[in-house]
């Protein structure tokens, strides 16, 4: 196996362990919260706290009930990021430069969370949110929320200050892009 696929498959199964992650924590939050008490891990400040009827919108609920919308953008928000983790990929092959690898992780980091998400709203018409900052009243979110988050951050700085506009264009590029994705 050559050192492309290799790079590949690690991002496969990075996608993979960060989705399931995601998911198994949902699953303990529907099995061991719903329907009981606060599990409080900080006392007035930080606690697990299922979300009764889930979350059927975007960020903090808003445009709550637009199911169908959301995935599809979702899909196509998916599409694009896998898109954007090829070009990166190529990119560091060609420089062998390791922001592309970083770039890369929160490029999967992203993937992850949109897709723990899209299971959440295609199989159960709502998200799982069970995470808790009850001292600033937070709204509730989850892992997958926790990974988008993280993932915007460490985008915009790599994309602000580690690489330049140029090498941008390239990760941003659709050439080529729908005829087959090496």
């Keep these: 196996m050559n050192k492309k696929c290799l790079y590949k498959v690690k991002i496969v199964l990075f996608t993979l362990f960060f989705v399931l992650f995601d998911q198994m924590t949902k699953w303990l939050a529907v099995m061991y919260l719903k329907g009981k008490n606060d599990f409080i891990i900080i006392k007035n400040v930080f ?6 009827g889930g979350n059927t919108g975007a960020a903090w609920g808003m445009f709550s009930g637009k199911r169908l919308i959301f995935i599809i953008i979702t899909i196509i928000a998916i599409v694009f990021i896998s898109i954007f983790i090829r070009n990166t990929g190529n990119l560091f092959f060609i420089t062998n430069n390791n922001v592309y690898s970083v ?4 490029l999967t980091l992203l993937l992850s969370g949109a897709i723990g998400n899209l299971i959440d709203r295609t199989a159960r018409g709502y998200v799982i949110d ?3 900052f009850e001292l600033i009243n937070f709204p509730i979110f989850n892992i997958a929320d926790c990974y988008v988050t993280i993932a915007c951050i460490g985008i915009i700085f790599i994309c602000l200050f580690k ?20």
């Design 130 to 132: 069970f995470i808790y």
């Design 163 to 182: 690489i330049k506009e140029e090498e941008f264009n390239k990760i941003i590029s659709m050439k080529g892009s729908f005829r087959r994705m090496s």
């Design 103 to 106: 770039l890369n992780l929160f």
């Design 47 to 52: 606690c697990l706290h299922y979300l009764d």
